[in-house]
Antibody, heavy 122, light 107 residues
Framework: QVQLVQSGAEVKKPGASVKVSCQAS????????MHWVRQAPGQGFEWMGM????????MYAQRFQGRVTMTRDTSTSTVYMDLSTLRFEDTALYYC???????????????WGRGTLVTVSS | DIQMTQSPSSLSAFVGDRVTITCRAS??????LAWFQQKPGKAPKSLIY???NLQSGVPSKFSGSGSGTDFTLTISSLQPEDSATYYC?????????FGGGTKVEIK
């Protein structure tokens, strides 16, 4: 079954870090890019960045530069998103989303995880 | 960043109705537009890419059209299982950006 399975909900204090995982199954892990997109409560979707699984190369949205790190483990077909120096406004659902390698343009997302709720609370 | 504006923000229609959702980009994006569906507690589901290409496995009652700045998603005959929030996403310009969503409810 083609799916992305994400880790469970997290509660963190301001200033802490969180690491969310996303395990892919049912397809060739290294044939697609993997992205992270978040959705704050009552808000829209926000693209955070991406990782290219074969090489591990990454690209991050400017507003997360310096705070986010995306990594992958090809042996387990898992990608990780580490967000540091958490703030209250980082409370959101964090999704991993698979993107076909584009022939042109950028990326659209053809497969999504269910999301991981990260709550930042004192 | 390109702004994506969806309208309406919500709608209510009867089973069997034809439903149209509009997405407007703040500048031209060619045909680099995708639509996806989100139901509470479930993974978002890709419906359409490149403005009008149906994702594999998506029923043909869904269709997309448009290019440049104006796009539409149409559900030809609304069914109870189509109750969800629908989003557009542009992928012509960096960074990819999303519309604010249209919540579709059944009367």
């Amino acid at each position: 079954q083609v799916q992305l399975v994400q880790s469970g909900a997290e509660v963190k204090k301001p200033g802490a870090s969180v690491k969310v995982s996303c395990q892919a199954s049912g397809y060739t892990f290294t044939s697609y890019y993997m992205h992270w997109v978040r959705q704050a409560p009552g808000q829209g979707f926000e693209w955070m960045g991406m990782i290219n699984p074969p090489s591990g190369s990454t690209m991050y949205a400017q507003r997360f530069q310096g705070r986010v790190t995306m990594t992958r483990d090809t042996s387990t077909s898992t990608v990780y998103m580490d967000l540091s120096t958490l703030r209250f406004e980082d409370t959101a659902l964090y999704y991993c989303a698979r993107a076909p390698v584009p022939a042109a343009g950028l990326w659209y997302f053809d497969l999504w995880g269910r999301g991981t709720l990260v709550t930042v609370s004192s | 960043d390109i702004q994506m504006t969806q309208s309406p923000s919500s709608l209510s229609a009867f089973v069997g109705d034809r439903v149209t959702i509009t997405c407007r980009a703040s500048q031209g994006i060619g045909s680099y537009l995708a639509w996806f569906q989100q139901k509470p507690g479930k993974a978002p589901k890709s419906l359409i890419y490149s403005a009008s290409n149906l994702q594999s496995g998506v029923p043909s009652k869904f269709s997309g059209s448009g290019s440049g700045t104006d796009f539409t998603l149409t559900i030809s005959s609304l069914q109870p299982e189509d109750s969800a929030t629908y989003y557009c996403q542009q992928y012509n310009n960096y960074p990819p950006t999303f519309g604010g969503g249209t919540k579709v409810e059944i009367k």
